[in-house]
């Protein structure tokens, strides 16, 4: 099976509110980017990615369209079963800026599946569970409002939340208390600061944060400063951005620096490296969250059939964000249920695109 055409589409996908993360960033709104990639077979797969803005991490929309333009005309006439020897190929095309493989990555799976009539989920590993749980992300707000958005959440079903700290010290101390004391027994609360506090900040709120039940989320940004932070803390602690590479994260298990890992697909390249990723942290006992940037039907349904194909006991949870956008781009997008989530048991992903939706492609290889 060879490529024979690459396509992609630009697509705004509004979150439907404003949602605030530390340091003033806020989004109401992302820049996807969906990819086609077609074959000589008349099978086509979907790929997506979609970075939080351009000052969350070293990812940003308009990245992702020029890197497309650099590689995709080179991987033409490559095969896109051969998904391991694929990502090698793109790695010698274009050193670094793993974002921008993701969704071409993402887009071999669903070929893979389609062509063996068997979903992504089962070619991963198969189901673990029924569905998985999705968390809430709380939005930086007062702390009487962070509560209160946890209540909310609650009602619709959610039991895992994630609410966003890495404010002033003082401020954040209140919010850790009212966010623990809006917690309900058998509830997981991770409060991930998004590396937004120095380290002296870091330990004086987690000092204040000690007995209160919380996770804390990559309280600074680089990691030897969470590892300074980690040898003052006896709470547990979870690394998400400064864990990119697997020997970061052989480094951070060997130095007891984390008890949880946040996985992002983009961040790491898609889902083959994703799954090198889960795989090494079920062998290590490494519970993980498995989620992206970013994204809408196309990564939710990627972050799904992995998270699903993923130990149960090792599943912190999922974010929810993909399987809320206000904005479809496929039909049989995944649709949560309570606060919990199952991939699709058609094969591949089980989208199909809605390409009539997305106007012009703003890349057309062939």
């Not at 196309?298 to 809320?324: D, E, M, R, W």
Request: charged share 25%.
């Amino acid at each position: 099976m060879k490529i024979t055409r690459i396509t992609a589409w630009r697509a705004d996908l509004p979150r439907g509110r404003v949602f605030r993360l530390s340091g003033g960033r806020q989004t109401s709104s992302f820049d996807t980017t969906l990819v086609r990639v077609e074959t000589d077979a008349g099978i086509a797969g979907l790929g997506e990615v979609c970075p939080l803005g351009s000052a969350y991490l070293p990812a940003y929309a308009a990245g992702v369209h020029t890197g497309l333009a650099e590689i995709a005309p080179q991987l033409l006439g490559e095969d896109p079963t051969a998904i391991e020897r694929f990502n090698r190929t793109m790695d010698g095309l274009l050193k670094g800026h793993p974002y921008v493989k993701s969704a071409l990555d993402l887009a071999c799976w669903d070929i893979l599946g389609r062509a063996a009539g068997l979903p992504v989920v089962t070619l991963l590993g198969g189901r673990q569970a029924d569905a998985v749980p999705l968390y809430q992300p709380i939005s930086h707000d007062a702390p009487k409002r962070m509560a209160e958005q946890m209540a909310g959440a609650r009602a619709e079903g959610y039991v895992r939340f994630q609410p966003k700290v890495g404010g002033e010290p003082e401020v954040d101390i209140l919010r850790l208390r009212a966010i623990a004391a809006a917690a309900k027994e058998g509830e997981l609360v991770v409060c991930d600061a998004n590396g937004s506090w120095l380290t002296h900040e870091a330990k004086r709120v987690l000092q204040a944060a000690r007995g209160l039940g919380l996770y804390i989320e990559q309280p600074c940004l680089s990691y030897e400063e969470c590892l300074s932070v980690r040898r003052h803390y006896d709470g547990p602690m979870v690394l998400d951005e400064c864990i990119d590479s697997l020997p970061a994260l052989l480094r951070a298990h060997a130095d007891g620096a984390l008890d949880a890992v946040n996985i992002k697909l983009s961040k790491v390249g898609g889902l083959t490296k994703a799954r090198l990723f889960r795989d090494l942290c079920v062998q290590l006992g490494i519970p993980m969250t498995i989620e992206d940037a970013e994204g809408g039907d196309v990564v939710g349904a990627a972050i799904a059939s992995l998270a699903q194909s993923t130990p149960p006991k090792l599943l912190f949870s999922v974010a929810n964000a993909y399987f809320t956008v206000k904005r479809q781009t496929t039909d049989g997008a995944i649709v949560p249920d309570r606060g919990r989530v199952a991939a699709n048991r058609g094969p591949g992903y089980g989208l199909a695109l809605r390409e009539g939706d997305l106007g012009a492609p703003l890349l057309d290889i062939r």
